[in-house]
């Protein structure tokens, strides 16, 4: 018996979600193509009822639209959806990285630096999984300093629409995160809260940049 690549929880269908729409950003689902409840159900290894109820969720988002007697179609993606995403995200961060600035101590800023070199290890190492759990972490622990709960949480909302794996995958990314997250660290160092508050926006300007660069690779757009 094949072993379910997601466990069984009351959140399946989120997870499903996350699947589905980690697949529509990255451009493995194109526009107009169809998202087969069976396939998928086998693919993950779970029931048909979490696929439905995570396409009802993401045609709520807007990613995909319900076709009478023929399913859930992929809806339309354009350039202009990946920088509004990314600007929105990088406003967001750039917010509370700023806030951050404001209070971060001395022990905060070198346990920054020790997240960042947990990610130039996994970045050394070439380990996407790695990667991407030390970039979260480092930007989690700058939102925490902050302390905006509800504005972190509608930033948490908005990065579910970033491929983290696509980004995590790419060795020129990760060098450049390490790069950006170092200058950064500076730059709480000096209190400079401009500094911080651009730093932070740029990583998120990069991330659109590359993301829609792959997207016209792939053809999305051809």
């Not at 439905?52 to 339309?76: D, N, T």
């Amino acid at each position: 018996m094949a072993t379910p690549l997601l466990r069984r929880r009351p959140q399946l269908s989120e997870e499903v979600a996350g699947h589905i729409r980690r697949q529509i950003m990255s451009g493995a689902l194109r526009p107009g193509s169809f998202v087969r409840m069976d396939e998928t159900a086998a693919e993950l290894g779970v029931s048909a009822t979490p696929v439905r109820e995570a396409l009802v969720s993401l045609r709520g988002e807007g990613l995909v639209e319900q076709v009478p007697h023929r399913g859930y179609r992929v809806g339309e993606l354009d350039r202009g959806d990946i920088d509004d995403i990314f600007w929105l995200q990088g406003t967001i961060a750039s917010k509370l990285a700023r806030r951050a600035a404001r209070i971060i101590t001395s022990t905060q800023i070198e346990h920054l630096a020790g997240l960042n070199s947990c990610l130039r290890d996994a970045v050394v190492r070439a380990d996407p999984e790695a990667i991407e759990s030390c970039e979260f972490e480092f930007h989690r622990f700058i939102n925490k300093i902050a302390g905006g709960t509800k504005l972190a949480w509608f930033l948490f909302g908005a990065i579910r629409y970033t491929p983290a794996r696509l980004y995590a995958s790419d060795p020129t990314w990760g060098e450049e995160s390490v790069r950006s997250h170092d200058v950064l660290i500076a730059a709480f160092g000096r209190r400079d809260l401009d500094a911080v508050g651009e730093q932070m926006r740029r990583q998120f300007v990069d991330g659109a940049e590359r993301l829609i660069a792959h997207l016209e690779r792939v053809g999305l757009w051809s």
